[in-house]
Every structure is written in structure tokens, then in C-alpha cells.
């Protein structure tokens, strides 16, 4: 049998997979659950329209399937997510007769949806995702005009890392984002979490998505300069959503590819370069997840183009390892 990812990098991180209830029933994902990987997150069923789809009901079938196997077999879990513009149900920010919710409720909403979840998983998930998402990709202001900045206002952020806090405190809390490694995002994320740490907020750690593609030129160097100065604001790092995508981010193309072996060739010195990065952050980085097992369910298939095959992942569609698993393990 091949080398174990999590035994070759026990003295560095956790490394960690997305899953769904489905991964775990799936006798060849559950054997690589078992053999590389020590943490999970759930892809979806943690998420607010999954958890609390009904103002009155929660359902945690699905994310109880998963801590459980984590539990059973010695996995840590990250919980993913609380605050998020997507995949809330619509009835969070309506009141009962269909009007946008006021601030109020919103925020009673927002602490009960909180302790809720946050005392279901108590001691079971180590690290919460409290704010996925929160700061403006496209724009230069700082926070996206979601529903829960324009109903709470930008103390919306602060006041959810105060629920959870006031929840568990124990448990390790992350603000985490997409594309928060390049310049245009990384400083206004630095200067927001530092303005929120001088308020004694209390945030643990960054999650840096780590959503990329074979073809990114500046990936290391802006990842290395993120990577400082989150960690000189005291910040831990973790990789939460690790994949490469065959397609560069603009490439709409809906042109039915194969990986031609240069493509797995460059992705895999890409997966290679970024672990000797990960790996030189020795301390600082203390999880690195990737957004799912193997190229057989990966939600790159249907993002940013739905229906566009993708091979993002250290596995491929036969859940075989491929050229990139073995650059990872082989240092
Ligand atoms: C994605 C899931 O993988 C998909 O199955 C779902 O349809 C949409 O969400 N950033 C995040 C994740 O924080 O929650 C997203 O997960 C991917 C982008």
C-alpha cells in the first residue's frame, strides 16, 4: 500500500477533507478517510439552511453522521460555518409577516442559532468557522453588502465571534475567506482583523480557502507574505478548502477536457511547492483540509461553470493517488 499523508505530516498539521454523508458511505472514500486524513469538515451539512432550515427546526442527521465517525475513528472536526451571505434559509432575515427582519431579532436569531449548534458539538468539534466569507472580493470597501451587514451593520462580524465565544469558551475560532493571500484582499483583512483584536475580539486564527489553479503565477509569493503578516497579528493558519483546479479561474470554457499529463505534471509541482511552503510555517500552520477526497466528488464540477469537470483534488476519479500525492509525501 502507498505511504500515509497524515503519518508524513504528523509533525507539521492536521490534515483534513471536506466531506458529505455520502463520502462516508462510499467504501473506497471512507478507506482514504481512514488511511491519509485526521480532520474533517462537513462540505454542507453544517451550514445554517441544512442545520436550522425552519425557524423552529434543526436538523443535525446528516452532521451528526459525520462527527460521529469522527469520534469513532479518531478524526478532529472543524465546524463550518455560522455567519455566511450563502446557503441561509430566507426566513432568517423575514419577521412573520414577510418584512425584512430588524436588527433585534436578526441578532437574537443569529445567538440562538449559535448556542444551538455550538452546544450540540461541544468538546466534539475542536475549531469553528465563525465568519466565512465576510470581506468584499470585487469592490474596494471592506465588507460585502450581504443581508446580514446591511440589517445588523459591520459590527455584525464582532458581535458573532462574541455568541461563539460566549457559547464555548473553549473552542478555537477562525475567520475564514477565499483569495484573502492576494494583495488587493489580504490588507484590508489584515487591517480589519487587527482593528477587531485591538477591540479584544476574540479571534483565534484565519482560515485561507486555498480555492487555486495550475496556472496561478503569484501564488507563493503572495501565500508567503499573507502567511507573515496574519501570523504577526498572533493569527494561527489553517488551510481550510485546499483544491487546484485544471482551469484558470477566468476560463469559462464548457469544452469537455481530459488532464493531459502536463496539466497533472503542473499541478502536481504545484501541490509540491505549496507544501514545502506549508511545511516551512512549521507552528503556524496547524491544519491544511482539502475541499473533498478525490476528483470523483469535488464541487469544482459545478464552479465556477456547472457541469464542467475538474480534477482538483491528491486523488483522482478512481480514487487513485496521483502524481501530485506523491510530490506531497516524497521530502
Ligand atoms: C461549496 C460546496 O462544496 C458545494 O457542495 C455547495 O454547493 C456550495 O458550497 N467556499 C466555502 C464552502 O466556504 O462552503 C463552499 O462549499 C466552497 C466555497
Redesign the pocket.
Known amino acids: 500500500g502507498t505511504i500515509s499523508l497524515k503519518e508524513v505530516y504528523k509533525d507539521y498539521f492536521l490534515i483534513g477533507a471536506?466531506v458529505?454523508v455520502e463520502d462516508l458511505e462510499d467504501g473506497l472514500h471512507r478507506q482514504l478517510l481512514l488511511k491519509h486524513f485526521n480532520s474533517l469538515t462537513a462540505?454542507?451539512a453544517m451550514?445554517f439552511e441544512r442545520i436550522h432550515p425552519k425557524e423552529d427546526e434543526f436538523n443535525f442527521k446528516d452532521a451528526d453522521k459525520i462527527v460521529e465517525f469522527a469520534m469513532e475513528n479518531n478524526l478532529k472536526v472543524r465546524g463550518?460555518?455560522f455567519v455566511?451571505h450563502?446557503?441561509t434559509p430566507e426566513w432568517v432575515f423575514k419577521d412573520k409577516t414577510g418584512n425584512e427582519v430588524s436588527k433585534e431579532l436578526l441578532l437574537e436569531r443569529l445567538k440562538f442559532h449559535i448556542n444551538t449548534v455550538c452546544n450540540h458539538y461541544k468538546n466534539k468539534i475542536y475549531a469553528w468557522?465563525v465568519v466565512?466569507?465576510a470581506i468584499e472580493d470585487k469592490e474596494d470597501y471592506v465588507l460585502r453588502k450581504s443581508p446580514w451587514y446591511r440589517i445588523i451593520g459591520k459590527e455584525y462580524v464582532e458581535l458573532a465571534f462574541k455568541f461563539v465565544r460566549e457559547a464555548d469558551p473553549e473552542v478555537e475560532l477562525y475567520y475564514?475567506d477565499?483569495n484573502n493571500e492576494k494583495p488587493y484582499k489580504l490588507y484590508k483583512t489584515y487591517d480589519f482583523l487587527k482593528s477587531l483584536l485591538d477591540k479584544g475580539i476574540p479571534i483565534d486564527g484565519i482560515g485561507i480557502?486555498g480555492?487555486w489553479d495550475i496556472y496561478d503565477e503569484g501564488l507563493f509569493d503572495n501565500l508567503k507574505r499573507a502567511i507573515e503578516l496574519y501570523a504577526s497579528l498572533g493569527l494561527k493558519i489553517q488551510i481550510?478548502?485546499l483544491d487546484i483546479s485544471m482551469f484558470e479561474f477566468e476560463n469559462k470554457t464548457r469544452e469537455v477536457l481530459i488532464p493531459t499529463a502536463e496539466m497533472l505534471e503542473l499541478q502536481a509541482l504545484t501541490y509540491k511547492k505549496l507544501f514545502e511552503i506549508f511545511r516551512s510555517y512549521k507552528g503556524i500552520i496547524t491544519s491544511v483540509t482539502f475541499?473533498?477526497i478525490s476528483d470523483k466528488h469535488t464541487?469544482k464540477d459545478?464552479?465556477p461553470v456547472k457541469g464542467r469537470k475538474d480534477w482538483p483534488l491528491l486523488f483522482d476519479e478512481k480514487q487513485n493517488p496521483k502524481k501530485a500525492f506523491f510530490e506531497i509525501v516524497d521530502f
Open positions: 471536506a458529505e462540505e454542507n451550514k463550518h460555518t455566511w450563502n446557503q468557522d466565512n466569507e475564514n477565499y480557502q480555492h481550510t478548502e475541499w473533498g464541487w459545478n464552479f
